[in-house]
T-cell receptor
Framework: DSGVTQTPKHLITATGQRVTLRCSPRSGDLSVYWYQQSLDQGLQFLIQYYNGEERAKGNILERFSAQQFPDLHSELNLSSLELGDSALYFC????????????FGPGTRLTVT | AQKITQTQPGMFVQEKEAVTLDCTYDTSDPSYGLFWYKQPSSGEMIFLIYQGSYDQQNATEGRYSLNFQKARKSANLVISASQLGDSAMYFCAMREPQGHTGNQFYFGTGTSLTVIP
């Protein structure tokens, strides 16, 4: 158990809908990262937050947004969902914004039908 | 160009033998980090080992060691004394700085390791 929690574990929704994925980092970690893992694109870095502020952006679509709250939990919002958004979404956390190892949560499996 | 390349889609190793999983990377930034993660069939991502670009010595964590050859831009993972529980997907990853305090991460396509009894 990495100490990173993600809810829900599974999510099934229809095209065009909007969903919110939630992540709580390990105790003491201030940095949160979001990733998407799909069969065709592999593991893709989406976005990084540190202590409430966005610090780095990867291949995140405009339909996706994220935020980190004062209690350090983070949410990833996915809107206007398409079939291709079906994937495993991971959250990871680390102590700081810099070169620290990340610890991954168990992931949220999103299925768009 | 691919940032992280893992050329072995699948590998087999006999139990108790050592195995090397290959990884090459591409970056022009002098400050970067290299990681290996294990993903069992259950799906979670497990951190194994980290190597910083300025680290002089190869990283080791128990049965895992990272063979870091900076000039060749390679960061191969060596697993010694393989165990059945090592059967999993292994991902090589690289961290590059983005901005002053951000980090961009890149992952390879993974190598599926099967340990044979």
């Amino acid at each position: 158990d990495s100490g990173v929690t993600q809810t829900p574990k599974h999510l099934i929704t229809a095209t065009g809908q909007r969903v919110t994925l939630r992540c709580s980092p390990r105790s003491g970690d201030l940095s949160v990262y979001w990733y998407q893992q799909s069969l065709d694109q592999g593991l893709q870095f989406l976005i990084q937050y540190y202590n409430g502020e966005e610090r780095a952006k990867g291949n995140i679509l405009e339909r996706f947004s994220a935020q980190q709250f004062p209690d350090l939990h983070s949410e990833l919002n996915l809107s206007s969902l398409e079939l291709g958004d079906s994937a495993l979404y991971f959250c990871a956390s680390s102590v700081g914004p810099g070169p620290y190892e990340q610890y991954f949560g168990p992931g949220t499996r999103l299925t768009v039908t | 160009a691919q940032k992280i390349t893992q050329t072995q889609p699948g590998m087999f190793v006999q139990e108790k033998e050592a195995v090397t999983l290959d990884c090459t990377y591409d970056t022009s930034d002098p400050s970067y980090g290299l990681f290996w993660y294990k993903q069992p069939s259950s799906g979670e991502m497990i951190f194994l080992i980290y190597q910083g670009s300025y680290d002089q010595q190869n990283a080791t964590e128990g049965r895992y060691s990272l063979n870091f050859q900076k000039a060749r831009k390679s960061a191969n993972l060596v697993i010694s004394a393989s165990q059945l529980g090592d059967s999993a997907m292994y991902f090589c990853a690289m961290r590059e700085p983005q901005g002053h305090t951000g980090n961009q991460f890149y992952f390879g396509t993974g190598t599926s390791l099967t340990v044979i009894p």
